[in-house]
């Protein structure tokens, strides 16, 4: 078509190039809504839908994984946070959902920002002793990782600066651990 550009798809570049099949799509559209209803309410896992489904390559289902991983681990930090680890929604009516939900996407948003100045300030740290930390290492580093978070309690949002600085010192690596979550694995 005149005046569209070129597209580039990647490893779906060649099954990007083809028209849609009308005629597949409605012959499986009930098995479309099934999948569709089954993801929505959780009887199935996207993770387990797509073991099932033959992806184009191994390196796009890596890629699939570990962005579920991700997603998952995401999820998972909401629910730990909303309401100490029982993660429900107590409000009767929708605005006060609304409300709870927008809370909790802003706790989730100020974690995740904590959490990676202090990671980013303990890779400089290691770095600046002479420890060698490589790239790919710190692409597998998370803050969505919370074992140190304590989510029971009442949060307090008022402005503080914390004293010598933007950040608390590091944790000292020799002090005794910190309790794992409850998974065990994270």
Same mark, same amino acid.
């Given at each position: 078509? *005149?005046?569209?550009?070129? @597209?580039?798809?990647?490893?779906?570049?060649?099954?990007a190039r083809n028209r849609v099949n009308l005629n597949k799509v409605i012959t499986h559209w009930p098995d479309m809504l099934r999948v569709a209803g089954c993801l929505?309410? +959780?009887?199935? @896992?996207?993770?387990?839908?797509? =073991?099932?489904?033959?992806?184009? !390559?191994?390196?796009? =289902?890596? $890629?699939? +994984? =570990?962005?579920?991983?991700?997603?998952?681990?995401?999820?998972?930090?909401?629910? !730990?946070?909303?309401?100490?680890?029982?993660?429900?929604?107590?409000?009767?009516?929708?605005?006060?959902?609304?409300?709870?939900? /927008?809370?909790?996407?802003?706790?989730? +948003?100020?974690?995740? &920002?904590?959490?990676? =100045?202090?990671? !980013?300030?303990?890779? $400089?740290? &290691?770095? #600046?002793?002479?420890?060698?930390?490589?790239?790919?290492?710190?692409? @597998?580093? #998370?803050?969505?990782?919370?074992? +140190?978070?304590?989510?029971?309690?009442?949060? #307090?949002?008022?402005?503080?600066?914390?004293?010598?600085? !933007?950040? %608390?010192?590091? %944790?000292?690596?020799?002090? *005794?651990?910190?309790?794992?979550?409850? #998974? /065990?694995?994270?």
């Amino acid at each position: 078509m *005149p005046g569209v550009e070129a @597209r580039i798809y990647g490893v779906l570049e060649d099954l990007a190039r083809n028209r849609v099949n009308l005629n597949k799509v409605i012959t499986h559209w009930p098995d479309m809504l099934r999948v569709a209803g089954c993801l929505v309410t +959780n009887q199935v @896992r996207a993770y387990d839908l797509l =073991r099932v489904v033959d992806p184009v !390559d191994d390196t796009y =289902r890596r $890629q699939m +994984n =570990r962005q579920l991983t991700v997603q998952e681990s995401r999820h998972k930090l909401a629910r !730990d946070v909303c309401h100490g680890k029982r993660g429900t929604i107590h409000q009767a009516y929708r605005d006060g959902m609304e409300d709870q939900l /927008g809370a909790l996407g802003l706790v989730l +948003n100020a974690v995740v &920002l904590w959490t990676t =100045r202090y990671i !980013d300030a303990a890779v $400089q740290h &290691l770095q #600046s002793e002479g420890h060698e930390i490589r790239d790919e290492d710190i692409a @597998r580093l #998370s803050p969505l990782k919370h074992r +140190n978070l304590n989510v029971l309690g009442r949060y #307090s949002f008022t402005a503080s600066n914390p004293a010598g600085g !933007d950040l %608390r010192p590091l %944790r000292d690596p020799d002090a *005794p651990d910190l309790d794992e979550d409850e #998974s /065990g694995a994270e």
